[in-house]
Structures are given as C-alpha cells and as structure tokens.
C-alpha cells in the first residue's frame, strides 16, 4: 500500500506539478513553502473600521495580512491564472490566522459576488473560493446566494475615491430576506472599502442585523 501511494504521488506530481506561488520551490500540499509563509505579515487583527474611508453600513472589519510583494504574486495568480484551489488554500490559512472572536457570532459567510459577464470571462469567483475555504474551516455555512451583483461595474482599481464609491451605487441586491442574521462579507483585498459598504448597504436595506467585512490583504500602513 505504501509503494502505491508513493507511486501514486510521484504520478500525481508529475501531472499536476506543484511550486510555491512566490518563489517556484517544488513543494507539497501547499501554496506557498514555509520560508514565504513566515514572510506574509499578519495585521494586528483588530477591527479596522475606522481605517477604511467607506465604512457605512459595515459594522466590523478584519484583515488577516499586510499586502507585501508575496500576497500580491498569490491574489494576481489566484484571479488571473485560473488557478480557483489558490482561494480554497488562501481561505483555509486566513481562517487558522483569525481569532474565533472574528467570525463566532456569524450565522453565514457570504463572497462578494461577481457580475455574471465577469464570472463567465474568468470562469470563476476568487472571493467564493477563499470564502468556501473559510466557511469550512470555521464551521460556519457559506452561502454564496446571499448578495447579487445587479450592474457590470469597471474595475475599481481604476478609480479614485470618489468614483469608487460612485461606481458600486446599489450595484447589489440581495436573493431573500435576512432578518437579523449576521452576515460576514468575503473578498481578497480591502481598499477603501467602497464594495463592502455597497455589499453591506444591501444585505442591512433587507434586514441583515450586522455586518462583518473579511478580507485577506489591506495595503500596508504605517504599523
């Protein structure tokens, strides 16, 4: 039986070669060998509410890292790689990063959805892969139903501020009422927080009580 697994691995490695996402070291079972994970920096996880520029509607906010160089190789090729397992591995680390106090009081987790045009060009959602690999870990049911993207918007990375804010305008709708049910909100990178508050605008207009925005990265600040 051992013999068979060995061999078994080694066929599966030669199919399905794996590397680590920042530094290519031939790895096992893994995203990233352990030298590149210790250099992903953890936040201080605190609610980081006040460090956002649009809040509204959100209750709570929490980052698991800094975005360095390594999280930038990793979400690039988890969005542009067709590689969706990335946000599985990436759900799995955030969820074992956060304390239980984060997420406990969470009735679901939900991703940010993406609008059907851009899902069907890139042939799947980052934010429900990581979002998936969360819910699992933590035990709580994810549900990526929830919230609905009603308008193609263009990337926000191309925006500024102002306009950010302006292109997520009720964006979202949401697929049932949510009364009183906690709601934890998914994406990779927290910015000005524009597309959580559009998210959470529309979760709390359909009777969501509270609102939890959790995401992987945040650019990285005086700290």
């Not at 360095?68 to 955030?94: C, F, P, T, W």
């Not at 934010?127 to 709580?140: D, L």
């Amino acid at each position: 039986m051992n013999y068979l697994q060995s061999a078994g691995n080694i066929m599966m490695k030669l199919v399905f070669p794996n590397f680590c996402l920042s530094c290519n070291k031939d790895i096992d079972h893994a995203i990233l060998c352990n030298l590149c994970l210790d250099r992903l920096e953890v936040t201080t996880h605190q609610n980081r509410i006040n460090d956002i520029h649009f809040s509204e509607f959100i209750d709570e906010a929490y980052v698991c890292w800094w975005y360095n160089n390594i999280l930038q190789e990793v979400i690039h090729k988890m969005k542009y790689s067709d590689r969706a397992r990335i946000g599985l591995e990436m759900g799995y680390l955030a969820a074992n990063n956060f304390e239980a106090s984060v997420y406990k009081q969470l009735d679901y987790i939900t991703p940010v959805p993406l609008h059907h045009i851009k899902n069907r060009e890139r042939g799947y959602n980052q934010a429900m892969w990581i979002a998936k690999g969360f819910a699992k870990e933590v035990g709580i049911p994810m549900d990526s139903t929830i919230i609905k993207r009603k308008t193609h918007t263009v990337s926000q990375t191309t925006l500024d501020r102002e306009e950010r804010l302006q292109n997520m305008e009720n964006a979202f709708v949401t697929s049932r009422p949510l009364k009183e049910l906690r709601i934890g909100i998914i994406d990779d990178v927290l910015t000005t927080g524009a597309t959580m508050s559009a998210c959470a605008k529309a979760l709390k207009k359909n009777g969501a009580a509270h609102v939890t925005a959790l995401t992987l990265a945040t650019p990285i600040i005086n700290h």
